[in-house]
């Protein structure tokens, strides 16, 4: 929201009056130093509560709406985030790569830094400073895939000793379903070793972009029609957050040409768009070339 409307700024402090039980009532004090967590965890959850109280209770998406309460919704969102940079950092010995990515959305750089100067033991309320910048948005969790949501239930409905059998399946199943760990800025360490054969299966082709359009309903998904030079296919791509359909029209691009077809939405996906990005969420940028290539040529 702070996003939405205040440009990505964090808004400054309009000492104004609120509804209900105000964050900074219920403040941790930085990062436990007794050991003793289970109580640390409690003032964690309580501080959570507390603060998802406060913006139920104000409703900045109501205050958004009524041009006469700018300086109320900018006192309630700055108090959330301030109340997340305070969560941010007591959870940091619990969580250290995940509240690093929280702590570079809120714009206040790289975790560790703060870590390492005591600064995660010292906060006081009011130290994320009006005016700050936040970082690159995006989820902190990815959300689970529905197949593997559906694995789980039907594992759930399996008599025990089926059940049994599938933990032992999943235990010395193949690690490359497995994300690689990531560092603290978000850079997933290399993957599990391959041998050239395993690359060999990929097939990796240059293709062209014919047509691109946005999907009814469907806010992430662009449909893509690609020259491959020998054929054409469709290909579905979840970058239509990132890229407006005509800026794809004419580039030149990489795909996964032998991926199996899967359906979403309804309509089929024969490939895959490869690109880079930082974190499971972060902005895709498209593979391509300099040079000019002829279309179907494949990498290797």
Not at 243 to 254: C, D, K, S
Request: a negative charge; hydrophobic letters at 45%; glycine letters at 8%.
């Amino acid at each position: 929201m702070i996003e939405k409307y205040f440009g990505g700024i964090v808004p400054n402090v309009a000492n104004t009056e609120t509804t209900g039980a105000h964050p900074r009532e219920a403040l941790l004090g930085g990062v436990p130093t007794d050991y003793d967590f289970g109580a640390h965890l409690q003032r964690i959850w309580n501080l959570i509560a507390v603060t998802d109280g406060y913006i139920t209770a104000n409703a900045p998406w109501k205050l958004a709406a009524d041009e006469t309460k700018k300086e109320q919704l900018a006192e309630v969102l700055y108090s959330a985030a301030e109340a997340i940079r305070h969560l941010t950092a007591a959870l940091y010995p619990y969580l250290p790569y995940t509240t690093c990515k929280v702590w570079a959305q809120l714009g206040l750089g790289h975790m560790t830094e703060a870590a390492d100067s005591g600064e995660l033991k010292t906060l006081e309320w009011g130290g994320l400073q009006p005016g700050t910048k936040l970082g690159s948005l995006g989820p902190i969790f990815p959300r689970a895939p529905k197949e593997l949501i559906q694995k789980m239930t039907d594992t759930e409905q399996k008599p025990v000793a089926t059940e049994a059998a599938a933990v032992v399946a999943e235990a010395t199943a193949p690690a490359e379903a497995a994300a690689p760990a990531e560092n603290a800025n978000g850079i997933p360490s290399i993957a599990e070793t391959i041998t050239i054969d395993d690359f060999a299966k990929v097939d990796l082709r240059v293709a062209k972009v014919l047509a691109a359009e946005r999907i009814p309903k469907a806010d992430k998904l662009l449909k893509l029609q690609v020259d491959l030079g020998f054929e054409q296919r469709q290909i579905l791509s979840g970058i239509a957050e990132f890229y407006e359909p005509e800026q794809l029209i004419g580039r030149t691009v990489v795909i996964v040409a032998n991926l199996a077809p899967r359906k979403m939405r309804g309509l089929e996906s024969n490939g895959m768009i490869v690109a880079a990005s930082i974190g499971d969420h972060g902005h895709p940028y498209l593979a391509t070339f300099l040079e000019s290539l002829p279309l179907g040529a494949r990498l290797k």
